[in-house]
């Protein structure tokens, strides 16, 4: 089984430190759980975008991409349903 590194840019490390340590409690398991199964049930493609994913925790969102052949998962955005898409 193939195992993926995961790397949060940024933006994403900006707006996790903006949020709850409950909040961050349940998000960072999710985004570890990626580097196993970078496509979990429940996770949808994005339209319009080549290679972006998004995940729901909750009322949150991350946005991500994979690459299969370096085996990265890079954490593009994580923020709250009503503003991630903004």
């Not at 994005?46 to 085996?71: E, H, M, P, Q, T």
């Amino acid at each position: 089984m193939k195992t993926y590194q995961v790397v949060l840019s940024k933006t994403a490390e900006k707006e996790l430190s903006k949020m709850s340590v409950k909040v961050v409690g349940k998000i960072i398991p999710v985004l570890l759980e990626l580097s196993s199964n970078p496509r979990p049930v429940g996770c949808k493609k994005l339209k319009g975008f080549d290679n972006l994913w998004r995940v729901r925790i909750g009322d949150y969102r991350a946005i991500y991409s994979i690459d299969d052949v370096i085996s990265l998962i890079d954490i593009r955005e994580i923020g709250h349903r009503k503003e991630i898409y903004k």
